[in-house]
T-cell receptor, first 115, second 113 residues
Framework: TQLLEQSPQFLSIQEGENLTVYCNSS?????LQWYRQEPGEGPVLLVT?????EVKKLKRLTFQFGDARKDSSLHITAAQPGDTGLYLC???????????????FGQGTILTVHP | DAGVIQSPRHEVTEMGQEVTLRCKPI?????LFWYRQTMMRGLELLIY????????DSGMPEDRFSAKMPNASFSTLKIQPSEPRDSAVYFC???????????FGDGTRLSIL
């Protein structure tokens, strides 16, 4: 059974600050997705990373997949109140070489950005 | 485009009652997932279907839970009999293929008294 840990569990910052949240595991993943969930809504996909060492940027958000594909980080520059939400990482493991790879979600990081 | 549609949005019922949650996936998606979210356990996969066939139901907690997908545009998750510990937000998600990004509905908040 893989262990998946997201940290920190809670993060409360002021508008304009930078932050990084982490997703770590003991297992190697074929790919990893980051989702953001706002209150009363379902998670929404932000990005998928596939290659070890890969870095993807989405405006003020920078996602990195670890070289060994066991960990990932999400860095937000100049956070805004609209960034508030639950950030979930969801690694995918291959399943017998099929496309039926299951997503396993971390517990998430609850981010609050105060104006 | 319409996203994943779940109903009802909220359900409050007494323990022992049957609960049925409904999901309409995005048209053209052939994979459907049911998840349960609680503060303690986070987002857990209960079951997923591919082309209307259950592929993995290892996350279904016990026999009181059952899920069906009679056609490509409709799925149900049923709890019978319901218990207070079933209280959670239940999400349905769909994707074009099992390995593709999942699109989530807004969930059903279930409270069992």
């Amino acid at each position: 059974t893989q262990l998946l840990e997201q940290s920190p569990q809670f993060l409360s910052i002021q508008e304009g600050e930078n932050l990084t949240v982490y997703c770590n595991s003991s297992s190697v993943f074929s790919s990893l997705q980051w989702y953001r969930q706002e209150p009363g809504e379902g998670p929404v996909l932000l990005v998928t990373v596939v290659t070890g060492g890969e870095v993807k940027k989405l405006k003020r958000l920078t996602f990195q997949f670890g070289d060994a594909r066991k960990d990932s980080s999400l860095h937000i520059t100049a956070a805004q109140p609209g960034d508030t939400g639950l950030y979930l990482c969801a690694p995918r493991t291959s399943a017998g070489g099929t496309s039926y790879g299951k997503l396993t979600f971390g517990q998430g990081t609850i981010l609050t950005v105060h104006p | 485009d319409a996203g994943v549609i779940q109903s009802p949005r909220h359900e409050v019922t007494e323990m022992g009652q049957e609960v049925t949650l409904r999901c309409k996936p995005i048209s053209g998606h052939n994979s459907l997932f049911w998840y349960r979210q609680t503060m303690m356990r986070g987002l857990e996969l209960l079951i997923y279907f591919n082309n209307n066939v259950p592929i993995d139901d290892s996350g279904m907690p016990e026999d009181r839970f059952s899920a069906k997908m009679p056609n490509a545009s409709f799925s149900t998750l049923k709890i019978q009999p319901s218990e207070p510990r079933d209280s959670a937000v239940y999400f349905c998600a769909s994707s074009y293929l099992g390995g593709q990004p999942q699109h989530f509905g807004d969930g059903t908040r279930l409270s069992i008294l």
